[in-house]
């Protein structure tokens, strides 16, 4: 039934369906079109649909969303590929702006069905500006809703549930996860796009993550589990709007937190979280929810990254923390 | 300067759109042909002695070998990416030889050959590439700032620093360079603007390669690039870009009239970029063998060989010579990369402000702890 299907390769064949479905999705980026996008994720859509729906654009990200704007007025939806995490920033004015605020000042006249899909994070042996984790910035702008998946099944389905969504969307994809693999069931009845979802149970610690941070949480829990440690692993999926249900759930049993992310950990999603698990939980908890982040510091030349990037023996680390108290 | 050209020739700019109403007469200085035959302009005539002929054409065999060198040590692992130069190394020799040792640079990544003249080590422009750092050299002292990934930025900062000369009555100029794809960006339009409007003495040189990474020019822009300038109010001048004497003499007076107070100038510099876009581009899948063949003719060192050799600038030992330096400039390079330290890791906490903060001092002392934690361990 299902395919082996990488997260690119998902997406790709997401992408298509969502195009198929609807005549009035357009592609909108840089390369994405001949070259199939730096990284192939839009590769052969050109050529089957034509330079009309698939759009190489000049090199200009304001101008990407700019015009993402006006033709979503016009009934159309958007899906602006940004090349790299790093040169979202100067189409940063339309996204918050103009994107976030339209459907609120218009109340609700104009809806803002945009897609901004941006392959994020390190690991890769980037240069500068290519391994940025910006989803902060996003989830603090009301009226941008943010998601980041972490495997081929959730890409696949998640982009055409983005697509088809109503409001604008900060899509972000795993970019050193863009190449694994896993079954994807095309036509299975997909989980809602803004639902998080325990992806490895356990009893003694919650671990929170979401886009490439999934894999490594759950290697952490395999890790742990031969020490005879259980980490209960949920993928969050969902960052704005956050899916905590699950989560307060989780660890009303566990009694203990730990949230990973690659971004800084100052001021980060981690922050926010910390803040409602305690509210909501602090009668469950056996210890502080803890924060596994990458440090405030601009993000590393890549001889670096390793020792930047939360690995599995951070997590570790967070875990006997947490069990230490 | 040289005047806008007249727009007396139109021809269609998109095939298949009539657009008559664009004008499209394409100017080219040229000073050398592909052939290698010496030729007179008009506007941008060249004194130019065989000593410097020949220092020209070391450069250009010099930075070539660079790049090749770089592009190896990718393949071979050594380098995350490598953005190569090759065939654009006319356009940045004459430019940044036509620079005066107080006017500053502003580079994007791709600017080796500038880097080159301004005495900036091919190492440090590496340890970028090699993902060491983020640059090695020294911005202030070289006059050659650092490299800038995001597409355009510079110009401003370009802009900007050259406000700052022209308030310190410095007779200095900023060189800003851009490639044919940032001109769409807002931010350049923005520096063109504020370039203008201040009477900045700033030299926008473009380096008109044809591509931004798979996007062809047309997908940019439906006017010849140079034409642009006259919109933002200062001229623009189109130049043979694998010609490095045109683009010497091009960039020596706009930089000349920068520094006199005439105001900003646009350069686009028309050449073509023979490799990928970075190591990490596949150029077949949008542009056609046939095309690079065409671009090889113009080969911007063959050219200036044929004539140091047809006019008796240089002979075979000359010729013997530079080759034997560029051998061991290749070895410098090969060796330096491979023997290059990584950074310390607690580098990264070290220079993120003038003045550390609490916090990121107590980060850094607990990765100091953490890492620690591992010594003798199997990490
Ligand atoms: C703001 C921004 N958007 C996208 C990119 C990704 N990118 C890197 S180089 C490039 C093409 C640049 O083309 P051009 O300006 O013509 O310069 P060239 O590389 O050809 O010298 C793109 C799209 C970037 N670095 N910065």
């Known amino acids: ?325 | 300067m040289t005047a806008l050209p007249e727009t007396t020739e139109m021809v269609d700019p998109v095939p298949g759109a009539a657009a008559p109403h664009l004008p499209q007469r394409a100017e080219l200085v040229q000073l050398l042909t592909p052939e290698g035959d010496r030729v007179e302009h008009p506007d941008y005539s060249l004194d130019i002695g065989e000593q410097e002929l020949r220092e020209l054409y070391r450069d250009l065999v010099l930075v070539r070998r660079w790049d090749v060198e770089a592009t190896a040590l990718q393949r071979q692992g050594q380098l995350g990416i490598w953005a190569s130069l090759l065939g654009q190394e006319a356009a940045q020799i004459g430019a940044g030889r036509a620079m005066a040792e107080s006017d500053m640079a502003f580079p994007t990544y791709r600017e080796h050959g500038v880097a080159w003249t301004r005495g900036v080590d091919p190492l440090h422009v590496i340890s970028l590439f090699r993902g060491v750092d983020n640059g090695g050299w020294d911005p202030v002292a070289t006059g050659f700032n650092l490299y800038t990934v995001v597409i355009g930025a510079q110009t401003l900062h370009a802009t900007g620093y050259a406000m700052g000369l022209q308030r310190d009555g410095a007779e200095s100029a900023a060189l800003a360079f851009l490639g044919d794809g940032a001109t769409s960006q807002g931010e350049v339009n923005e520096a063109m603007i504020w370039a203008a409007s201040f009477s900045a003495p700033v030299v926008f040189f473009c380096q008109n390669n044809q591509y931004a990474i798979s996007v062809p020019l047309e997908r940019q822009s439906r006017v010849p690039l140079y034409q642009r300038a006259a919109g933002f109010g200062f001229p623009g001048v189109r130049v043979d870009g694998n010609d490095v004497l045109a683009v010497l003499a091009v960039t020596r007076s706009a930089l000349a009239a920068a520094r006199e107070g005439q105001g900003p100038t646009f350069i686009e510099a028309f050449t073509y970029r023979m490799g990928a876009h970075t190591t990490s581009d596949d150029p077949t899948r949008y542009r056609l063998a046939s095309e690079l063949e065409e671009w090889k003719l113009r080969d911007p060192i063959a050219r200036l060989k044929a004539h140091l050799s047809r006019s008796s600038i240089a002979d075979a030992a000359f010729f013997q010579g530079v080759e034997a330096e560029a051998d061991e400039l290749a070895d410098r390079i090969r060796s330096g990369t491979v023997d290059m330290p990584a950074p310390a890791p607690t580098e990264m906490f070290d220079h993120v402000y003038a003045e550390q903060t609490p916090q990121l001092a107590q980060q850094r002392a607990d990765f100091v702890a953490y890492q620690a934690s591992f010594e003798g361990g199997e990490h």
Request: aromatic fraction near 8%; glycine fraction near 10%; charged fraction near 25%.
């Open chain 1, 1 to 325: 039934m299902g395919q082996m299907l990488t997260i690119g390769k998902a997406l790709n064949l997401g992408l298509r369906k969502a195009m198929e479905d609807d005549a009035k999705v357009v592609l909108m980026g840089e390369d994405i079109g001949k070259l199939g996008g730096v990284f192939r994720i839009t590769d052969g859509l050109q050529k089957d649909f034509g330079e009309a729906r698939v759009v190489d654009t000049p090199l200009a990200e304001a101008g990407i969303l700019g015009t993402a704007v006006g033709l979503a007025m016009r009934g159309y939806r958007p899906v602006c590929e940004i090349q790299f995490d790093g040169f979202v920033f100067p189409a940063y004015n339309q996204i918050v702006t103009q994107v976030a605020k339209i459907h609120a000042r218009s109340k609700g006249k104009l809806p803002m069905p945009i897609v901004i899909r941006i392959p994020f994070g390190g690991g890769i042996g980037a240069v500068e500006h290519h391994s940025e984790s910006p989803e902060a910035y996003f989830a603090h702008t009301a009226g941008l809703k943010v998601v980041a998946v972490s495997n081929p099944v959730d890409a696949y389905w998640g982009i055409q549930q983005a697509i088809a969504h109503p409001d604008p969307i900060v899509f972000l994809e795993p970019k050193r996860r863009y190449w694994e693999k896993a079954e994807v069931d095309v036509d299975a009845t997909p989980d809602p796009l803004f639902a998080s979802r325990v992806v490895h149970g356990g009893d003694d610690v919650t671990v929170l993550a979401y886009g490439p941070m999934v894999k490594t949480a759950l290697q952490a829990a395999e890790a742990a589990a031969e020490e005879g440690r259980s980490l209960e692993v949920v993928d969050l999926r969902t960052v704005s709007p956050l899916d905590l249900e699950p989560v307060f759930e989780s660890v009303r049993r566990t009694g203990r937190c730990i949230v990973v992310h690659e971004a800084p950990v100052t001021l980060g999603l981690g922050a926010e979280i910390a803040a409602r698990v305690t509210e909501t939980c602090f009668h469950s908890l056996e210890a502080p929810v803890l924060r596994v982040g990458g440090y405030d510091t601009p993000y590393p030349p890549s001889k670096l990254e390793e020792e930047y990037l939360p690995d599995l023996d951070r997590v570790l680390d967070a875990v006997d923390r947490a069990m230490g108290f």
